[in-house]
């Protein structure tokens, strides 16, 4: 495992993150004692990146993730997030007034108990105008971080260019981008990764199998993406099965090759997919077989969906049902 540095945070961070939204059954009900299994081993495997968020479950993940981490939080840096939720009935609830945020960090803390978050992310900002995350989120969130509060301050989404516009315009120390950087979709890295790179800013690359859309398995049914990917994706998983090697494999070592990204999240919530994931570190990549998928993909590659306000789209984005 390679530990890398999390943009000009003096943190080092494992190159395979645990990304625990499938710990809230986000992916279907879990065996909560498998979870908290591969939380452990995910920790002894030297993994010391943990995402979380409120969100996930309605408050699931970050209590389960919370109890799996009793004894262990010093090894661990862990990640939550503020802004965006959902009741009991899964309806989404979004909040980045500065009374909300404070509010929500005593939650996560005592859900998590810490007394302190190491990166606190403002969650999918593109569900609000840009301007009550430039004037309210993210000044509450600088000062909770003088507070000592949380120890790093940034912010996560889908629309790259947004994310661009706000990095632009702030000193987070973070961004998780999701979706953006894997087999399918690369624009991750064309319309953001050199500004994070130029203001050392620590990317965090999340859902590298495209929220389960790049395994033999397939995605879950709420999956945004439109018909047209969802088509190729298929066609991917057919071409490497004939290849014998599981598409989640090779997409997995395509987003780790992402030089520029500090951690890779996968959700993992069995010790069999820590460990899948974790061996692909080891096995050299099938560079011809990457070259076909490419090829293949080429007819939708960059295409993306609308999240959020329209305001904040992506500029080549499609919607969701087309
Ligand atoms: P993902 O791309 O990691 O896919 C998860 C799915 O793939 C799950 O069904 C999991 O069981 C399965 N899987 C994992 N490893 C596998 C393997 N080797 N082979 C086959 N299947 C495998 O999507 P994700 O879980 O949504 O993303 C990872 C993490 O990133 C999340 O848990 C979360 O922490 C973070 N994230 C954050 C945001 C945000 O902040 N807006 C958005 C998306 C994801």
Not at 48 to 64: H, I, M, Q, S
Not at 81 to 90: H, Q, T
Not at 154 to 181: F, K, N
Not at 289 to 308: F, K, M, S
């Amino acid at each position: 495992m390679k530990y890398l540095p999390l943009g000009k945070t003096g943190v080092q961070v494992s190159q395979l993150g645990y990304g625990a939204a499938s710990l809230g059954d986000e992916y279907g009900a879990i065996d909560p004692a498998e979870g908290e299994r591969s939380v452990h081993c995910a920790i002894d495997r030297g993994i010391n990146y943990f995402d979380v968020a409120p969100y996930y479950g309605a408050t699931l993940a970050e209590r389960r993730l919370g109890a799996a981490l009793a004894g262990k939080r010093n090894q661990v840096i862990l990640a939550t997030k503020v802004g965006r939720y959902k009741d009991d009935r899964g309806a989404e609830i979004f909040d980045f007034s500065s009374a909300g945020i404070r509010q929500s960090l005593e939650e996560s803390l005592q859900r998590l108990a810490t007394d302190v978050i190491d990166v606190y992310q403002a969650h999918d900002i593109e569900f609000v105008p840009r301007q009550q995350i430039l004037d309210e989120a993210l000044p509450t969130l600088f000062q909770l971080k003088r507070e000592g509060k949380i120890r790093f301050v940034g912010i996560t989404g889908y629309p790259v260019h947004l994310l661009r516009d706000i990095v632009e315009q702030t000193h987070v120390d973070t961004v998780l981008s999701y979706s953006r950087y894997h087999l399918l979709d690369t624009s991750l890295d064309e319309v953001l990764g050199e500004t994070l790179e130029r203001r050392g800013i620590g990317l965090i690359n999340a859902s590298p199998l495209n929220m389960g859309l790049l395994t033999a398995k397939g995605p879950p049914e709420w999956h945004p993406a439109p018909v047209n990917v969802r088509v190729k994706a298929r066609e991917l998983a057919r071409h490497c099965e004939s290849r014998g090697i599981e598409l989640s494999t090779i997409a997995m070592q395509f987003a780790l090759s992402y030089s520029r990204a500090a951690t890779t999240l996968v959700g993992m919530s069995r010790v069999r997919n820590v460990e899948r994931n974790l061996s692909v570190l080891d096995e050299p990549m099938d560079e011809t077989l990457l070259d076909e998928l490419r090829q293949l993909a080429a007819p939708v590659a960059n295409t993306c969906w609308q999240e959020g306000i329209s305001d904040n789209h992506d500029p080549r984005s499609v919607p969701q049902n087309s």
